[in-house]
């Protein structure tokens, strides 16, 4: 589809954006990047850099900025970034990234374009990105990477009652207002039309993996050597954001009960909220190592280095997200052990790539895990069996063509189609 853009004007609004390392920041960077490498012209409103760390990145300061390249052109905003987490703190965080994108967003107006993507979280920007497309003449669309309303009850401990139903309705209100509603899994998707979604406008467009950026290795000494890690150790490997979703507590539970075993090590890479209780609960266990997130070009050395991938989940988050380092690690072509339960989206997903075991459930967890570190030629047919799926079902450039076929497709006609 190269050149397939003919110049046609796409208005992105996403509080993360690349070069955040995990999460909505990795897609949203990624998305906006093939746009405008096919010749789209993309304009991109979002928050300054701060996630998972909650602070600032290296380079950047929290205030307004503007960069453009090759078709692309960055927009950032200021937000509130929290020292401390809480329900109210995080509401508050949401809020002042609506308040100060508000002029930014605004702004396009002027430059016209032809669709608008918002990105949630947040929905506090969704009504403003919806005024633009409306003001515009443009086609607008919400893609909802976690059910951020449900996630804010259920998790972080906000007040349920009066308030929680009076969001809820102010979200269904305001899905049906789109165009287009857009997010990452069958069960997410089937969420939102229970939530007041439209069904024949709302489809799936799944988070991806650059399947020529995360490949399986043939051999993995040099990678390991690069990180220090012995190359005799049965390495179980947590990538990513180290947050409340996840589960994290999990691990240092799993890595206690498994301290005996000398040849297995527990590798905790990332960081968020949480890091510092999963550091805390691990001192003095020599059966772990922490790293700090690592850049993209070492992504796939690090992911090769593992023999297991772990992915904790806790049960309240079940089906509100679906952990976007899925991708990764099926795409490394290396097993996982998850916790979800049956039926869930991910259980679904890692069926034959890996082990399903009951989330928040340490003791089955350690079992798991041990079967497979006890049985390496398990887990390399485990292995291959999630790199088949990752390119039957996960592949970057599969996924965003086809999205973009579809929203191309609804701004010329005058009813909206559903993927499959």
């Known amino acids: 589809m190269n050149g397939g853009g003919a110049g046609k004007r796409i208005l992105i609004a996403s509080i993360h954006f690349t070069p955040e390392l ?6 949203s960077g990624e998305l906006a990047e093939w746009l405008a490498s096919n010749g789209y012209q993309v304009h991109v409103v979002c928050a300054s850099p701060f996630y998972p760390a909650w602070r600032p990145l290296a380079g950047f300061r929290n205030r307004y900025r503007r960069s453009s390249k090759d078709g692309l052109t960055v927009l950032r905003s200021p937000l509130y970034i929290p020292t401390k987490l809480s329900a109210a703190r995080r509401m508050l965080h949401l809020f002042s990234f609506a308040l100060t994108s508000l002029p930014l ?5 002027v430059w016209q374009p032809a669709i608008v993507i918002s990105v949630v979280p947040t929905y506090a920007v969704a009504p403003i990105a919806w005024l633009v497309a409306r003001l515009c003449g443009a086609k607008c669309i919400v893609h909802v990477q976690d059910f951020e309303v449900d996630a804010a009850f259920r998790i972080t401990g906000a007040p349920s009652g009066l ?27 089937s969420g939102l039309i229970d939530k007041g979604a439209i069904a024949d406008r709302t489809i799936l467009f799944r988070n991806w993996v650059d399947l020529d950026r995360i490949y399986p290795l043939p051999d993995t000494g040099a990678a390991r050597a690069d990180f220090g890690i012995p190359q005799e150790a049965i390495v179980c490997l947590y990538s990513g954001n180290m947050g409340r979703k996840q589960g994290i507590e999990t691990l240092a539970e799993v890595a206690l009960k498994l301290q005996h075993r000398s040849d297995i090590l527990f590798m905790f890479c990332g ?8 550091e805390q609960e691990t001192i003095g266990l020599p059966n772990v190592r922490f790293l700090p997130l690592q850049p993209v070009e070492r992504l796939n050395s690090l992911l090769n280095c593992a023999d297991i991938h772990l992915l ?5 988050a079940a089906d509100l997200v679906l952990p976007s380092k899925l991708g990764g690690i099926l795409a490394s072509a290396r097993p996982v052990v998850a916790g979800a339960d049956a039926g869930t989206e991910l259980a679904e997903m890692v069926a034959d790539c890996g082990l399903v075991v009951p989330p ?7 079992d798991a895990v041990t079967r497979l570190a006890n049985n390496p030629e398990l887990r390399g047919r485990l292995g291959q069996s999630g790199r088949i799926r990752a390119e039957e079902q996960l592949s970057k450039r599969s996924i965003i063509a086809g999205f973009v076929n579809t929203i191309i497709g609804a701004e010329s006609e005058s009813s909206t189609t559903t993927q499959p």
């Open 22 to 27: 995990t999460g909505i920041g990795v897609y």
């Open 105 to 109: 967003l605004l702004s396009q107006i």
């Open 163 to 189: 308030l929680q139903r009076i969001v809820l309705r102010l979200e269904s209100w305001l899905l049906r207002r789109f165009d287009l509603v857009s997010t990452i899994s069958k069960k997410m998707r």
């Open 271 to 278: 960081d968020g909220e949480m890091r510092k209780m999963l």
């Open 312 to 316: 904790p989940q806790r049960r309240a």
């Open 360 to 366: 928040e459930d340490p003791e089955a967890f350690a």
